[in-house]
């Protein structure tokens, strides 16, 4: 289990552009559409490699409508353990350019985010170094806002 992710992924900062805004939403408001709960399960478990089972209890505290004869099946569905459906791997980046296709989402949850230019707010990580100065955003090493 790698508790470093683990913390990333329950505090809305692994990185991703759109999977940190829809968790920091989701620790905000206590709810977040179908779509982008099944990607921060999807996210978890098949990018991060984290047991659906670990997750589960950030969820649960998270979420203001917790019912747990949804949360369990629909948590184990979506991280492919029930047998009977395809896997349900989403494209973050893609969820995001579909979702908010112009980042006002992403900007409204992830404030340091909110300089990045358009063209870099799914993929802050092509940013150009000039570019991460100007707007005050750090791709990689250590320290400042880091994003990829």
């Not at 992924?9 to 552009?17: D, K, L, N, S, V």
């Not at 203001?64 to 047998?83: F, V």
């Not at 992830?110 to 791709?139: A, F, S, T, W």
Request: overall charge positive; aromatic content about 14%; some cysteine.
């Amino acid at each position: 289990f790698n508790q470093q992710y683990y913390d990333a992924w329950c505090e809305g900062r692994t990185g991703f552009p759109f999977v940190d805004a829809c968790m920091r939403c989701l620790i905000r408001c206590g709810w977040v559409n179908f779509r982008m709960r099944a990607m921060l399960v999807s996210f978890a478990t098949y990018n991060l490699w984290l047991d659906w089972k670990k997750i589960a209890g950030h969820l649960a505290r998270v979420f203001l409508d917790y019912e747990p004869g949804i949360h369990y099946p629909q948590l184990q569905m979506q991280a492919g353990t029930t047998g009977i459906n395809a896997m349900r791997v989403y494209n973050v980046t893609k969820q995001g350019k579909d979702q908010d296709p112009n980042g006002i989402f992403i900007r409204n949850f992830c404030p340091e985010l909110k300089d990045v230019p358009m063209e870099y707010i799914h993929e802050p990580c092509n940013m150009p170094l000039n570019v991460q100065r100007k707007v005050g955003v750090r791709i990689g090493g250590s320290g400042g806002n880091r994003y990829c």
